[in-house]
């Protein structure tokens, strides 16, 4: 198995980011001329600043950051975005081998396994991650967008997230489309393991710099209702302005406090 080395970040760190972003937009393929495969990933034109960053992660071993505009035949709209490249390497032949099953991604517990450190799961949550609406949730948790994986491979993220980093409240859901959904009570602990590693740009999927003032966590403040002037009780996420449906339902007319 070849070794990767570089100065720039430790290379246990840097393997182990290159194994997470093959659970998310990440890639290995192999270039038409050549013996051995090359990392690759693309990102959307509204998350440049992000494949930036993962650029410099993975240096000496990345090549220049290319523009790319493909038509979407689902809907007929050209997409835009960036993608890079690695050079060839035995390391990324050995991950091919790791990862998939034929020409498809496929999620073993072997591959899990090898992924221990904090940075995969920043980079996870980077790529697939979104913070759960706040003001809908009155609180807000994070889901992971998995569809891609069946939902056996998906059990089995579900399981790695809770043994090696201790998120009891990660569990599949959906049926046609699974995804992993990471709720409000393992959040403290998700933004203490990935903060240190996520870079500013995407912080917002775990619920940004003010996630403890728009979540559950701050407990509940009181407000008058807008209408009759009740005094309720709501969290500081809720953009509740009524005591009731009656209320809403009156000012909405236009109507006036008897």
């Not at 523009?67 to 990324?92: M, Q, W």
């Not at 059990?155 to 569990?171: I, M, P």
């Amino acid at each position: 198995m070849g070794v990767i080395r570089t100065d720039k970040l430790p290379v246990y760190l840097q393997q182990q980011a290159f194994l997470a972003s093959l659970l998310g937009d990440g890639s290995v393929s192999k270039p038409p001329i050549g013996v051995n495969y090359h990392f690759g990933v693309y990102h959307s034109a509204k998350q440049q600043a992000y494949l930036e960053w993962k650029h410099g992660l993975f240096q000496p071993f990345s090549r220049p950051i290319q523009h790319c505009a493909n038509l979407d035949k689902r809907d007929g709209k050209v997409r835009e975005g960036y993608r890079f490249h690695t050079i060839s390497h035995p390391y990324f032949t050995m991950l091919r081998h790791l990862v998939y099953d034929g020409h498809r991604k496929t999620i073993t517990a072997n591959w899990l396994n090898q992924i221990k450190h904090p940075i995969a799961l920043a980079i996870l949550i980077g790529d697939d991650g979104s913070a759960i609406n706040a003001s809908k949730s009155r609180a807000c948790g994070v889901q992971i967008a998995t569809k891609q994986f069946s939902q056996a491979e998906n059990s089995l993220v579900a399981f790695w997230l809770h043994s090696t980093f201790g998120l009891n409240t990660a569990k599949v859901k959906g049926q046609r489309y699974p995804f992993i959904a990471i709720g409000v009570k393992d959040m403290p602990r998700l933004r203490a393991l990935v903060l240190p590693y996520l870079p500013d740009v995407v912080t917002y999927k775990v619920g940004g710099a003010l996630w403890t003032e728009c979540t559950r966590w701050v407990g509940e403040i009181k407000i008058t209702c807008t209408f009759c002037g009740k005094p309720i009780e709501v969290y500081a996420s809720s953009k509740q302005h009524f005591c009731s449906q009656k209320c809403a339902g009156l000012a909405k007319r236009g109507m006036t406090p008897v």
